[in-house]
């Protein structure tokens, strides 16, 4: 196995604040009974968002497969054998009839996600165009490449791009276990970069992945004394496919997933929280759940980059049952 990470210190403007939130204080909230943290976490969420709204994203893959980093939960990874083959980057012109449709669906946001350790320079033309068109059809655009280097966030921004995604994964100490080609602070280092060039950060992770409690309160830790947090925070539930190395894990308890929720709720009560990858496999009484203790937003639509995802229809249905609506941007109440 490989040796784990040690913790990272994290600097301007991502610094520790000097009332941080601590692995301990946070396992401690996961350790909450059930029933009063859920109470904790929809009070907080109560306080800062509207319970009944959910905002609503599309999430595109506009550049499937062929990656070279080695992360043992994905089904890109070009070191495993997953049947899925490398792609091009799409054609401008299907990128934006695919956000057109998620628009008539009723998305608000558009996130492109291309299997890049990093973009090459000849590819950011073509990104900056995605951006501007999608932008054009009055979406919050958010995208997802890998790694970026300062001249990169400027170009993006530039171009209007309002979100950029780059998850933690995981927290440190676990995440030599599941990542070896690209470093914590290569992460942490590309936040900084989005944050500086006046983008809204995208950051969360994936749980299931064989981590602890303890690991699990980790990367919240990591999430939440982000100064400031992220804006939208994606709750991962791993879906294990076939060929990689996590394929046959033991699968997460729904419950803890739920209690991962709460917890990332109530220690950043103003950010968009996500349920993710995952939710197909959940049953409507679990993601109500997940609703009550604190996430408002979902990503919609019949797929996830290259994984099933339910289908708008079906998420409809759920929202109008519990009474809820889409909202049409992501600001918090005050």
């Given at each position: 196995?490989?040796?784990?990470?040690?913790?990272?210190?994290?600097?301007?403007?991502?610094?520790?604040?000097?009332?941080?939130?601590?692995?301990?204080?946070?396992?401690?909230?996961?350790?909450?009974?059930?029933?009063?943290?859920?109470?904790?976490?929809?009070?907080?969420?109560?306080?800062?968002?509207?319970?009944?709204?959910?905002?609503?994203?599309?999430?595109?893959?506009?550049?499937?497969?062929?990656?070279?980093?080695?992360?043992?939960?994905?089904?890109?990874?070009?070191?495993?054998?997953?049947?899925?083959?490398?792609?091009?980057?799409?054609?401008?012109?299907?990128?934006?009839?695919?956000?057109?449709?998620?628009?008539?669906?009723?998305?608000?946001?558009?996130?492109?996600?291309?299997?890049?350790?990093?973009?090459?320079?000849?590819?950011?033309?073509?990104?900056?165009?995605?951006?501007?068109?999608?932008?054009?059809?009055?979406?919050?655009?958010?995208?997802?490449?890998?790694?970026?280097?300062?001249?990169?966030?400027?170009?993006?921004?530039?171009?209007?791009?309002?979100?950029?995604?780059?998850?933690?994964?995981?927290?440190?100490?676990?995440?030599?276990?599941?990542?070896?080609?690209?470093?914590?602070?290569?992460?942490?280092?590309?936040?900084?970069?989005?944050?500086?060039?006046?983008?809204?950060?995208?950051?969360?992770?994936?749980?299931?992945?064989?981590?602890?409690?303890?690991?699990?309160?980790?990367?919240?830790?990591?999430?939440?004394?982000?100064?400031?947090?992220?804006?939208?925070?994606?709750?991962?539930?791993?879906?294990?496919?076939?060929g990689t190395p996590l394929a046959g894990a033991e699968a997460l308890d729904p419950f803890e997933f739920?209690?991962?929720?709460?917890?990332?709720?109530?220690?950043?009560?103003?950010?968009?929280?996500?349920?993710?990858?995952?939710?197909?496999?959940?049953?409507?009484?679990?993601?109500?759940?997940?609703?009550?203790?604190?996430?408002?937003?979902?990503?919609?639509?019949?797929?996830?980059?290259?994984?099933?995802?339910?289908?708008?229809?079906?998420?409809?249905?759920?929202?109008?049952?519990?009474?809820?609506?889409?909202?049409?941007?992501?600001?918090?109440?005050?």
């Open positions: 196995m490989n040796a784990p990470v040690q913790p990272v210190h994290l600097h301007r403007p991502y610094r520790q604040k000097e009332e941080a939130w601590s692995v301990t204080e946070i396992e401690a909230l996961l350790n909450l009974p059930f029933m009063d943290l859920l109470h904790r976490a929809a009070s907080v969420h109560r306080e800062h968002h509207d319970p009944n709204r959910v905002q609503l994203s599309t999430l595109l893959s506009i550049k499937t497969g062929g990656c070279e980093e080695d992360c043992k939960y994905c089904s890109q990874s070009a070191h495993y054998d997953t049947g899925l083959q490398a792609e091009k980057l799409l054609e401008l012109e299907t990128v934006v009839a695919a956000a057109r449709k998620a628009k008539d669906n009723g998305a608000s946001r558009f996130c492109m996600g291309a299997a890049w350790r990093q973009p090459k320079e000849r590819h950011m033309e073509q990104l900056t165009d995605m951006v501007r068109e999608v932008k054009a059809l009055g979406m919050e655009t958010c995208l997802t490449a890998g790694m970026l280097t300062e001249q990169q966030t400027g170009q993006l921004k530039d171009a209007g791009l309002d979100y950029y995604n780059h998850n933690l994964d995981t927290s440190p100490e676990f995440y030599g276990e599941i990542i070896t080609t690209r470093t914590y602070q290569d992460r942490l280092d590309t936040l900084e970069r989005v944050r500086q060039a006046g983008m809204k950060v995208c950051s969360g992770g994936i749980v299931g992945l064989g981590e602890n409690r303890t690991q699990r309160a980790g990367l919240v830790a990591q999430l939440a004394n982000l100064n400031p947090p992220p804006d939208s925070v994606p709750i991962n539930n791993l879906i294990q496919v076939e739920v209690r991962t929720i709460a917890v990332a709720r109530i220690t950043m009560p103003r950010s968009m929280v996500r349920l993710s990858a995952g939710r197909e496999a959940m049953d409507e009484a679990l993601q109500t759940l997940c609703f009550y203790a604190g996430a408002n937003s979902i990503f919609y639509g019949d797929r996830l980059l290259t994984t099933g995802n339910p289908q708008a229809e079906a998420d409809q249905t759920l929202l109008a049952k519990l009474g809820m609506r889409s909202m049409p941007g992501d600001t918090p109440r005050a």
